[in-house]
């Protein structure tokens, strides 16, 4: 059933990867062959080429910036090179910085020390999930982020100031952000706990066992 369920959450990962690339880059990139066309129909008028120029280049940034950003929502270069704390201070600043809600991430007891790549990769993957969900359904304004290491294990919460849901309803409906992140602690030999109610924000608690 595990399995199963993983399968699925893959396959949707997939589908919002393959829609992205067609609907953004696929279509800023046939603006950019229409755009081309254009320019040498214009090359005898330099005046007409330069105005041309500009928004092709206006287009082709506006591509780089998107692939940028779905290869940071894929795996970020930062989470490889420098860890799991480098990488959620990075990608909290973005959130904040491109959305209305305003993060705000602490980690304690890291002192420069990697965890086990499988825990960076997951509770990375954790942390992106819960505020993407913040970001689609809470309505919210505020979001904490707090990632503690210690001898017991390590602890994440995230918790947001947003409108809250049903979460036993949520989850007879099985959607699959609440599936996918309760999967990635269960992989970890940890475990996953949502507290929410309409009108009084979430919490999200995840607690792993510690690996370096």
């Known amino acids: 059933m595990l399995s199963r369920r993983l399968v699925v959450v893959q396959e949707t990962e997939r589908s919002l990867?393959?829609?992205?690339?067609?609907?953004?880059?696929?279509?800023?990139?046939a603006a950019l062959m229409v755009g081309l066309k254009l320019l040498e129909r214009d090359a005898a008028h330099p005046d007409?080429?330069?105005?041309?120029?500009?928004?092709l280049r206006k287009t082709a940034d506006g591509v780089l910036d998107n692939l940028h950003r779905l290869a940071m929502d894929l795996r970020p270069a930062s989470l490889d090179h420098l860890g799991l704390v480098p990488s959620l201070q990075q990608y909290t600043n973005a959130v904040s910085r491109q959305n209305e809600l305003s993060v705000r991430f602490?980690?304690?007891?890291?002192?420069?020390?990697?965890?086990?790549?499988d825990i960076e990769t997951?509770?990375?993957?954790?942390?992106?999930?819960?505020?993407?969900?913040?970001?689609?359904?809470?309505?919210?304004?505020?979001?904490?982020?707090?990632?503690?290491?210690?001898?017991?294990g390590l602890l994440l919460i995230i918790e947001d100031n947003g409108i809250g849901f049903d979460y036993d309803e949520a989850v007879q409906r099985g959607r699959l952000?609440?599936?996918?992140?309760?999967?990635?602690?269960?992989?970890?030999?940890?475990?996953l706990v949502v507290e929410s109610s309409p009108g009084?924000?979430?919490?999200?608690?995840?607690?792993?066992?510690n690996g370096h």
């Not at 952000?177 to 475990?191: I, K, N, P, W």
Request: proline share 2%; aromatic share 4%.
């Open 17 to 29: 990867i393959a829609r992205e690339l067609h609907d953004d880059a696929g279509q800023a990139l």
């Open 48 to 55: 007409a080429v330069l105005q041309r120029a500009a928004e």
């Open 106 to 117: 602490e980690a304690l007891g890291f002192e420069g020390e990697r965890l086990a790549p």
């Open 122 to 152: 997951n509770i990375y993957r954790i942390v992106q999930e819960a505020l993407t969900n913040v970001l689609r359904h809470a309505q919210a304004t505020h979001a904490d982020v707090l990632l503690e290491s210690c001898e017991q």
């Open 177 to 191: 952000g609440l599936f996918g992140m309760r999967e990635r602690a269960e992989m970890l030999g940890g475990h």
């Open 200 to 209: 009084a924000g979430t919490t999200v608690f995840v607690e792993v066992p």
